[in-house]
Nanobody
């Protein structure tokens, strides 16, 4: 059974930091492209950052320079370090795993709220 479990969300003040984690099980994690997506209130889900099996990364323009995606294949975990958070970063953040055969798996999401 495939499971992606996000953690680390919460309430933070503008300018603050959070680190999200996504622990995967039931997949050959090191072979998967892992991504973080978010869905702000009333809006569509959007890409935040991805990291390939080879370690290449890509970011949405809105988070470049503030967010860092990383992976630990020994722990089957992908992280999203979020610094200098802004109110517009408020969203439910989802983890997604994508295989070479185009199978996709999603986590249940974790809420991030940036507010003073």
């Amino acid at each position: 059974q495939v499971q992606l479990v996000e953690s680390g969300g919460g309430l933070v003040q503008p300018g603050g930091s959070l680190r999200l984690s996504c622990a995967a099980s039931g997949i050959m994690f090191r072979m998967f492209t892992m991504g973080w997506y978010r869905q702000p209130p009333g809006k569509q889900r959007e890409l935040v950052a991805v990291v390939t099996s080879g370690g290449s990364t890509n970011y949405a323009d809105s988070v470049k320079g503030r967010f860092t995606i990383s992976r630990d294949n020994a722990k089957n975990t992908v992280y999203l370090q979020m610094n200098n958070l802004k109110p517009e970063d408020t969203a439910v953040y989802y983890c997604k795993g994508s295989s070479l055969s185009m199978r996709e798996y999603w986590g249940q999401g974790t809420q991030v709220t940036v507010s003073s």
